[in-house]
């Protein structure tokens, strides 16, 4: 990137109009740094008399913003996707529970994770793979050099303890 006198010349004499422009376009606190990658983008043109011309300036700087708008877009539509994608997931995480109901999941969980310890370490491995990790089973199968069928009992046998645990949590 050579150095041209009359386009640092240029943008310096318009960069605070430039910073005035991005942050009415709602730049906001990111100005500052679209003004540098600005200034890169200036700096890397092809015709840099052209590049030193006020419209110029303010064309690229607008399609920075333009930039800018599609991927916090594109960033949106993934985040959806993904949290479609997720099932049920959306539905139980709450944007910010209340102390009450923090402590009663910290204390269901700790009650999960005591029915799966009494079922063994083998079944509690198990289900937190399949569960948690989200691993397959043949993949446990597999990890844990046992088979298929092995797994599936031990699951079985887990899911049968937090059913049980979730019943006798809904009685009280």
């Given at each position: 990137?050579?150095?041209?006198?009359?386009?640092?010349?240029?943008?310096?004499?318009?960069?605070?109009?430039?910073?005035?422009?991005?942050?009415?376009r709602g730049a906001g606190?990111?100005?500052?740094?679209?003004?540098?990658?600005?200034?890169?983008?200036?700096?890397?043109?092809?015709?840099?008399?052209?590049?030193?011309?006020?419209?110029?300036?303010?064309?690229?700087?607008?399609?920075?913003?333009?930039?800018?708008?599609?991927?916090?877009?594109?960033?949106?539509?993934?985040?959806?996707?993904?949290?479609?994608?997720?099932?049920?997931?959306?539905?139980?995480?709450?944007?910010?529970?209340?102390?009450?109901?923090?402590?009663?999941?910290?204390?269901?969980?700790?009650?999960?994770?005591?029915?799966?310890?009494?079922?063994?370490?083998?079944?509690?491995?198990?289900?937190?793979?399949?569960?948690?990790?989200?691993?397959?089973?043949?993949?446990?199968?597999?990890?844990?050099?046992?088979?298929?069928?092995?797994?599936?009992?031990?699951?079985?046998?887990?899911?049968?303890?937090?059913?049980?645990?979730?019943?006798?949590?809904?009685?009280?």
């Open positions: 990137m050579a150095s041209n006198p009359k386009l640092e010349q240029a943008y310096l004499a318009h960069r605070p109009r430039l910073l005035r422009f991005l942050a009415a606190d990111a100005a500052e740094d679209l003004l540098q990658e600005l200034w890169l983008r200036l700096a890397r043109a092809a015709d840099s008399e052209a590049a030193a011309n006020l419209a110029y300036m303010m064309r690229a700087a607008d399609r920075l913003m333009i930039d800018r708008y599609r991927a916090r877009r594109q960033e949106a539509l993934r985040e959806q996707a993904w949290s479609e994608a997720q099932p049920g997931l959306a539905e139980d995480i709450a944007p910010s529970p209340d102390a009450e109901r923090s402590i009663a999941a910290r204390q269901h969980v700790t009650r999960v994770e005591q029915a799966l310890a009494a079922l063994g370490e083998r079944p509690a491995r198990i289900f937190r793979r399949h569960r948690i990790d989200g691993l397959a089973q043949r993949d446990i199968a597999a990890e844990l050099g046992i088979s298929i069928s092995t797994v599936e009992s031990d699951l079985r046998r887990a899911y049968r303890a937090v059913a049980d645990l979730r019943r006798t949590l809904d009685e009280v």
